[in-house]
């Protein structure tokens, strides 16, 4: 049983940042793509970043490239979410999940992904 926690989330202005922060214990994350996405209510769950096992490819989506920078520390099996400029629009609860597939290519779909955080609130004010 995998587990995954994510934490970090909080309150911000607009232009602040956070850094969201996720532990998996379970499984050697090192060998598994991992993902963050987020909901906001009535919408669908979205990636907001992925990257390999390796870290080699990364995906970020339109409305955060440049403002957000996924990373992973395999040796601490943590992965991270750095996010700059925060924006009104990034209000949404974020989710960490690792991928199903190990040693597999980069994946943005959440049906690739079989182990979930329960998820951390972001709310950025204006």
């Known amino acids: 049983q995998v587990q995954v926690v994510e934490s970090g989330g909080g309150l911000v202005q607009t232009g602040g940042s956070l850094r969201l922060s996720c532990a998996a214990s379970g499984r050697t994350l090192k060998w598994y793509g991992v993902g963050w996405f987020r909901q906001a209510p009535g919408r669908e769950r979205d990636v907001v970043a992925a990257?390999?096992?390796?870290?080699?490819?990364?995906h970020y989506s339109s409305s955060v490239k440049g403002r957000f920078t996924i990373s992973r520390d395999n040796v601490r099996n943590m992965v991270y979410l750095q996010m700059d400029s925060l924006k009104p629009e990034d209000t949404a609860v974020y989710y960490c999940a690792v991928a199903t597939q190990r040693f597999g290519p980069l994946v943005r779909d959440r049906t690739e992904y079989d182990s979930w955080g329960q998820g951390t609130q972001v709310t950025v004010s204006s």
């Open positions: 990257a390999t096992w390796n870290g080699g490819s990364t």
